[in-house]
């Protein structure tokens, strides 16, 4: 009961919601950066939404099934072929014991996700599958996916009931990032913690303008280019706490949007926080993409998780029981 890697794509990775409660001994938390497909992907197969899946960047992978299995792709449009025919996403297949599965480069998005029903046999480590490639643990041997690589099955299913119904519109739901007029997706973001570092000039051109996604992005962080927003002084402050979508402005005034791979520390000032809700959206940009920003309150940003895990949920309960 396993898959085979033949060709590891771009960079492929196990993951799952990530590692919590070790950043004060410096472990990132890791994890998918789109945390919905993830979990989309997961509720398709049957898993618990927070099982651990496969991550693909740019280019996925190429991979072979040894057993029967049921999965599932979301997020990227990674043109996924199953014996050279066109796989659907957003939607439970079945495969069978010698079937070969090509992932592509990106068409739409930046990052694919793959789940297999009943999950990979994977140890967790400090309590998550989740790969941290810096400090080389987790997920698999604690590296990205290549050639020859075979990640075990934890159970072999080869059909899930009501196969009919495990498909899902991934652009429903009230919570989802709007687009801006310019059809680009304007990222929520409540202000602080260090707004004061900047100029009300400096707020509202962050705000205003659109930032262009750089070459240097990674699962670390999205780095973005654009119109410099202006500091009252300095955006240097005395390093403290991060967390993802913590907005940091670099020396050049450029914004630098945390993710699932962020340090755990920094020392540039904060402008905002992106909310949890629209993480997967900035994770989805490719490099020459662009985003827009929009302030929201706490309150705001509370009630759209909220709405978000609702939809998340009954979409589990309709589809699973």
């Not at 799952?16 to 992907?41: H, I, P």
């Not at 914004?255 to 699932?260: E, Q």
């Amino acid at each position: 009961m396993s898959l085979e890697i033949v060709n590891g794509g771009a960079l492929t990775t196990v993951q799952d919601l990530g590692r919590f409660g070790y950043m004060n001994k410096g472990f990132q938390v890791s994890g998918a950066v789109d945390d919905q497909a993830m979990r989309l992907a997961n509720i398709l197969v049957g898993n618990d939404q927070k099982e651990a899946v496969l991550e693909a960047t740019i280019m996925g992978p190429t991979i072979r099934f040894t057993a029967p299995a049921v999965i599932a792709m979301a997020g990227a449009n990674m043109t996924p072929k199953l014996n050279g025919t066109a796989m659907p996403l957003y939607e439970a297949v079945e495969v069978h014991a010698g079937d070969t599965l090509v992932c592509g480069f990106a068409m739409t998005g930046c990052r694919g996700y793959l789940a297999v029903a009943g999950g990979f046999a994977v140890e967790p480590v400090l309590g998550s599958r989740s790969t941290n490639l810096k400090c080389g643990l987790g997920g698999y041997e604690g590296r990205a996916l290549k050639t020859g690589d075979v990640l075990d099955l934890r159970t072999e299913k080869a059909t899930l009931p009501h196969m009919e119904k495990r498909k899902v519109n991934a652009a429903e739901g009230s919570f989802q990032t709007p687009v801006s007029a310019d059809k680009l997706p304007v990222l929520r973001v409540v202000p602080g913690p260090q707004s004061e570092y900047f100029t009300e000039k400096g707020q509202k051109t962050f705000a205003d303008q659109a930032y262009t996604v750089t070459q240097d992005s990674n699962r670390m962080a999205c780095k973005l280019t654009g119109e410099a927003i202006e500091f009252v002084t300095s955006g240097d402050i005395i390093s403290d706490g991060i967390t993802t979508g913590s907005v940091q402005i670099s020396s050049s005034g450029m914004p630098i949007v945390m993710l699932a791979d962020h340090q755990t520390t920094g020392g540039y000032a904060k402008i905002g926080t992106v909310i949890s809700t629209d993480i997967p959206a900035i994770g989805q940009r490719k490099p020459g993409e662009k985003v827009r920003f929009s302030y929201i309150s706490v309150e705001e940003a509370q009630k759209l998780n909220l709405e978000r895990k609702k939809y998340l949920d009954t979409l589990d309960k309709k589809i699973n029981g």
